[in-house]
């Protein structure tokens, strides 16, 4: 639900460059869609205030792994009133008139199920790819540093501030108080910036941009890591500076899944790469090491002093 929301978001103001390049492909159809359906199109423009979204947009998931199907099932659950209710709690002041209408509910749940039909699902494989290699590599992170160093790589107002308390935006509302949580949950996801999300007053998380949203973007390819330790390796190497999959490196590098996996198995053995499995995937990555030799190949002679070896350590 979180990426068919950031979907929505990207369809309807986009302001990344990859959001406009993303939603060129489907912005016609969506807008011949709200052209067909004007509840639907007044329900879009309220349903995005300045600093706030609908809460029917931003309900916490029910468990770690939700279908969609069973996301949408939460907003089915509520009625028209309510659906109401957090617009206003959105943007303050009347609504439009269309949006008196019964079957509100209805058509909020049709505005989410054709874009994650028209647009997310057909590539949810390789996104899902994404956030589980963003999962992997902030649970490393978390692993060396702690939630303190976690968090204000997630949003750049996000700061652990001790005593219990978690501050997630600027913005100046007064605390919230999450002594009845059972839940507390960080979600990535293919948008520009972070939200909140909640199911208050049990369930509370945080949703924020995933690594590698752009990762398909060939990187720089100097030639002096493809010299020494090949052309196909180099580019599966440079290419894991996130956890990325099998699949989708072959994908990404246009060689067969057996090339790619022979590749890894020399670099896993050289130290320069590791891997952990997530789910199905089993997901690689550039230790210390592969990072200082793509680094160290990278830089230009002249980036080098003068009369100094590049080296590596022993």
């Keep these: 639900m979180t990426d068919t929301v950031s979907a929505l978001l990207s369809l309807d103001r986009p302001r990344r460059p990859w959001q406009h390049a993303w939603r060129r492909p489907h912005v016609a159809a969506y807008e011949e869609m709200l052209a067909r359906r004007?509840?639907?199109?007044?329900?879009?423009?309220?349903?995005?205030?300045?600093?706030?979204?609908?809460?029917?947009?931003?309900?916490?998931?029910?468990?770690?792994?939700?279908?969609?199907?069973?996301?949408?099932?939460?907003?089915?659950?509520?009625?028209?009133?309510?659906?109401?209710?957090?617009?206003?709690?959105?943007?303050?002041?009347?609504?439009?008139?269309?949006?008196?209408?019964?079957?509100?509910?209805?058509?909020?749940?049709f505005l989410l199920d054709w874009v994650w039909t028209h647009t997310v699902r057909p590539e949810w494989p390789a996104r899902e790819q994404r956030l589980r290699a963003d999962v992997v590599a902030r649970t490393s992170r978390l692993s060396a540093e702690g939630w303190a160093g976690v968090f204000p790589d997630l949003a750049g107002t996000m700061q652990w501030l001790g005593d219990g308390r978690l501050q997630v935006n600027?913005?100046?509302?007064?605390?919230?108080?999450?002594?009845?949580?059972?839940?507390?949950?960080?979600?990535?996801?293919?948008?520009?910036?972070?939200?909140?999300?909640?199911?208050?007053?049990?369930?509370?998380?945080?949703?924020?941009?995933?690594?590698?949203?752009?990762?398909?973007?060939?990187?720089?390819?100097?030639?002096?890591?493809?010299?020494?330790?090949?052309?196909?390796?180099?580019?599966?190497?440079?290419?894991?500076?996130?956890?990325?999959?099998?699949?989708?490196?072959?994908?990404?590098?246009?060689?067969?899944?057996?090339?790619?996996?022979?590749?890894?198995?020399?670099?896993?053995?050289?130290?320069?790469?590791?891997?952990?499995?997530s789910g199905r995937e089993v997901l690689y990555w550039r230790t210390p090491f592969g990072t200082l030799l793509v680094d160290r190949t990278t830089e230009s002679p002249a980036s080098a002093a003068p009369g100094r070896a590049v080296g590596f350590p022993d």
């Design 38 to 109: 004007p509840v639907v199109r007044a329900l879009v423009a309220a349903a995005f205030g300045r600093r706030y979204m609908a809460d029917f947009l931003t309900l916490a998931p029910a468990s770690a792994t939700p279908t969609f199907a069973e996301e949408l099932a939460a907003v089915i659950a509520r009625p028209d009133e309510q659906i109401r209710a957090d617009l206003r709690a959105t943007r303050p002041g009347p609504l439009d008139d269309v949006l008196s209408v019964d079957g509100l509910t209805q058509e909020a749940v």
């Design 170 to 277: 600027d913005l100046p509302d007064p605390p919230l108080p999450l002594d009845r949580a059972e839940q507390l949950i960080f979600v990535p996801a293919h948008c520009g910036h972070g939200w909140v999300v909640w199911d208050q007053p049990t369930r509370f998380g945080m949703v924020y941009p995933a690594r590698g949203i752009l990762a398909d973007a060939a990187p720089p390819a100097p030639d002096g890591l493809d010299r020494l330790i090949g052309l196909n390796r180099a580019a599966i190497l440079r290419r894991l500076g996130t956890p990325v999959s099998t699949s989708h490196l072959a994908a990404l590098t246009g060689l067969s899944l057996g090339s790619v996996g022979d590749h890894l198995r020399v670099l896993l053995d050289a130290g320069a790469v590791t891997k952990q499995r």
